[in-house]
């Protein structure tokens, strides 16, 4: 079964304006880890974010912030004043410490700022 | 720093090659892994290392051998690789726990001719 959904598969928004990007995840552990990354078309994983599952404050890091809803198991992405910059493939991802560590990703979400 | 350097960036192999990719880190991160990424797909665990032990293979083929001969060092040794294999490797490492970041590598394009 998925893990980690993400339902947009592309999304278009306008240079300056907020954007929310959607994670939904499935877990039966009680410890578990969530992250974001950014991929541009050059391939590199760049890490944006994470968020604890104990962590009772969603976790911010600049321009991107976490909505953590952990009844909902939702953990979507907002970043604010969205940059041309920022166009590129959006990825959620989930950590399992209690399963040797492992990491999967969702779909991922194709992001196009526009000027 | 948190830096996870992979070599080679690129690597154009035949089918009849023995070649290897090394990743490397000095965060002291215990967790390491090998991810495969097919074009506009996510990418698929392969290994994960966790102590310098194979903790995780996700059914990958033999062709594919992974090694961690220190707490640094990350290898994956491909031999007899098919086209199919052609993909954007990435390795990635991580401090073993709970509310510990991941960080990857700039990943190696791998082309199987």
């Known amino acids: 079964a998925q893990k980690i959904t993400q339902t947009q598969p592309g999304m278009f928004v306008q240079e300056k304006e907020a954007v929310t990007l959607d994670c939904t995840y499935d877990?039966?552990?009680?410890?578990?880890?969530l992250f974001w990354y950014k991929q541009p078309s050059s391939g590199e994983m760049i890490f944006l974010i994470y968020q604890g599952s104990y962590d009772e404050q969603n976790a911010t890091e600049g321009r991107y912030s976490l909505n953590f809803q952990k009844a909902r198991k939702s953990a979507n992405l907002v970043i604010s004043a969205s940059q041309l910059g920022d166009s590129a493939m959006y990825f959620c991802?989930?950590?399992?410490?209690?399963?040797?560590?492992?990491?999967?990703f969702g779909k991922g979400t194709r992001l196009h700022i526009l000027p | 720093d948190t830096e996870v350097t992979q070599t080679p960036k690129h690597l154009v192999m035949g089918m009849t090659n023995k070649k290897s990719l090394k990743c490397e880190q000095h965060?002291?991160?215990?967790?390491m892994y090998w991810y495969k990424q097919k074009a506009k797909k996510p990418p698929e665990l392969m290994f994960v290392?966790?102590?310098?032990?194979?903790?995780i293979n996700e059914s990958v083929p033999s062709r594919f051998s992974p090694e961690c001969p220190n707490s640094s060092l990350l290898n994956l040794h491909l031999h007899a690789l098919q086209p199919e294999d052609s993909a954007l490797y990435l390795c990635?490492?991580?401090?073993?726990?709970?509310?510990?970041?991941?960080?990857f590598g700039q990943g190696t394009r791998l082309t199987v001719v």
């Open positions: 991802a989930m950590r399992e410490p209690l399963r040797d560590d492992k990491i999967i």
């Open positions: 965060m002291g991160h215990r967790a």
């Open positions: 877990t039966s552990d009680q410890s578990y880890g």
């Open positions: 290392y966790s102590y310098e032990k194979l903790s």
């Open positions: 990635a490492s991580s401090p073993s726990g709970l509310n510990t970041e991941a960080f």
